[in-house]
Antibody, heavy 122, light 107 residues
Framework: QVQLVQSGAEVKKHGASVKVSCKAS????????FHWVRQAPGQGLEWMGKINPTGTSTTYAQKFQGRVTMTRDTSTSTVYMDLSSLRSEDTAFYYC???????????????WGQGTLVTVSS | AIQLTQSPSSLSASVGDRVTITCRASQGISSSLAWYQQKPGNAPNLLIYGASSLESGVPSRFSGSGSGTDFTLTISSLQPEDFATYYCQQFNSYPLTFGGGTKVEIK
């Protein structure tokens, strides 16, 4: 079955960077788009961006342009989300999400990781 | 960015009730809408895609309708496991956006 296992909780200082990983299993890794969605504690969902199956193309929400980098490592079936210049408003759960359908970017967000809490302290 | 407005933001209902949640888009999005359910401490779960297509494994008491700017999620007979927060999401254009959520609580 499809599993997305994310890295553990992080506590970072204001201005630092964080890299969250998401190891995928139970499917052909190179066939699917992955997205990252975040959720501040007690708040709603916010889409950050996506990466294509080969890792050669990314689309980021304008809000995060210049601060976020999404990559993937085919050899370990892992996707990564790197967020820099952290501020208190970045404190949130970060979810990696795999699309339901292979090859096409339908934005059908069918499989979610367990979430990684990133806490930014001043 | 396309804004999605959900209403109500919260509601109280009893087991067996019919529940309707609405989602309004700031511009037309055809049928490019999905609904998710999120329970405390868990990641969201996709219920409906393409405004009205039920995801595999989702109980048939859930249904979605609408197109253009106005959409609804209906739970025909609320069950104890349905108490959760529900979000709509548009995939008509980037950035993908979500509604603010509707919390369904026990009356």
């Amino acid at each position: 079955q499809v599993q997305l296992v994310q890295s553990g909780a992080e506590v970072k200082k204001h201005g630092a960077s964080v890299k969250v990983s998401c190891k995928a299993s139970g499917h052909t890794f190179t066939s699917y788009y992955f997205h990252w969605v975040r959720q501040a504690p007690g708040q709603g969902l916010e889409w950050m961006g996506k990466i294509n199956p080969t890792g050669t193309s990314t689309t980021y929400a304008q809000k995060f342009q210049g601060r976020v980098t999404m990559t993937r490592d085919t050899s370990t079936s892992t996707v990564y989300m790197d967020l820099s210049s952290l501020r208190s408003e970045d404190t949130a759960f970060y979810y990696c999400v795999r699309e339901t359908e292979p090859y096409s970017s339908s934005s059908r967000l069918g499989y979610w990781g367990q979430g990684t809490l990133v806490t930014v302290s001043s | 960015a396309i804004q999605l407005t959900q209403s109500p933001s919260s509601l109280s209902a009893s087991v067996g009730d019919r529940v309707t949640i609405t989602c309004r888009a700031s511009q037309g999005i055809s049928s490019s809408l999905a609904w998710y359910q999120q329970k405390p401490g868990n990641a969201p779960n996709l219920l409906i895609y393409g405004a009205s297509s039920l995801e595999s494994g989702v109980p048939s008491r859930f249904s979605g309708s609408g197109s253009g700017t106005d959409f609804t999620l209906t739970i025909s007979s609320l069950q104890p496991e349905d108490f959760a927060t529900y979000y709509c999401q548009q995939f008509n254009s980037y950035p993908l956006t979500f509604g603010g959520g509707t919390k369904v609580e026990i009356k």
